[in-house]
T-cell receptor, first 111, second 110 residues
């Protein structure tokens, strides 16, 4: 079956611009996560959606970051006024219970 | 705070056995995961330990000791394709929080 998909696979933007990253989870998975992986760093938790519950936003690094999940399926991570330190791979994962299944990620480069 | 430690890099020979250790100090524990990540690719699930002991799955085994805050991933009969980063991750107090170590980059040589 289809796995988690993310788009775009690569995004290059200029400092100060807004970007939107998309995640399509595995069908039927109720939980959806966003992580950030910087070069040489571990995965950093950003935000978690579970069903219709309020999302856990405790990992978002600043108010420039936001995410939404429409209809309990597709999710969009938005970064406003991008900074060079936002350059990283942004990974999405979905889960039916405990195990998380990751998408291929979006590599974001802020010039 | 949350702290997960793994060696940064390891090298092993094709056909050999390698053990990758992970120690953790976290506020709460609901299970420990191991993921494999090839360069430029997404992490893929390897194992999930909730109770103490050894879980074996083919060439890969994972061990957990909750009292010691310690886990290891054992890879047997190493193959060149096993060259990858291996990520240790802990489910902490709230089920939503999966905290990752920085990963161990394993290089398998001939």
């Amino acid at each position: 079956g289809a796995g988690v998909s993310q788009s775009p696979s690569n995004k290059v933007t200029e400092k100060g611009k807004d970007v939107e990253l998309r995640c399509d989870p595995i069908s039927g998975h109720t939980a959806l996560y966003w992580y950030r992986q910087s070069l040489g760093q571990g995965l950093e938790f950003l935000i978690y959606f579970q069903g219709n519950s309020a999302p856990d936003k405790s990992g978002l690094p600043s108010d420039r970051f936001s995410a939404e999940r429409t209809g309990g399926s597709v999710s969009t991570l938005t970064i406003q006024r991008t900074q060079q330190e936002d350059s990283a791979v942004y990974l999405c994962a979905s889960s039916p219970s405990s195990t998380q299944y990751f998408g291929p990620g979006t590599r974001l480069t802020v010039l | 705070g949350q702290n997960i430690d793994q060696p940064t890099e390891m090298t092993a020979t094709e056909g050999a056995i390698v053990q990758i250790n992970c120690t953790y100090q976290t506020s709460g524990f609901n299970g420990l995961f191991w993921y494999q990540q090839h360069a430029g690719e997404a992490p893929t699930f390897l194992s999930y330990n909730v109770l103490d002991g050894l879980e074996e799955k083919g060439r890969f085994s994972s061990f957990l000791s909750r009292s010691k805050g310690y886990s290891y991933l054992l890879l047997k009969e190493l193959q060149m394709k096993d060259s990858a980063s291996y990520l240790c991750a802990v489910f902490t107090g709230t089920a939503s929080k999966l905290t990752f170590g920085t990963g161990t980059r394993l290089q398998v040589t001939l």
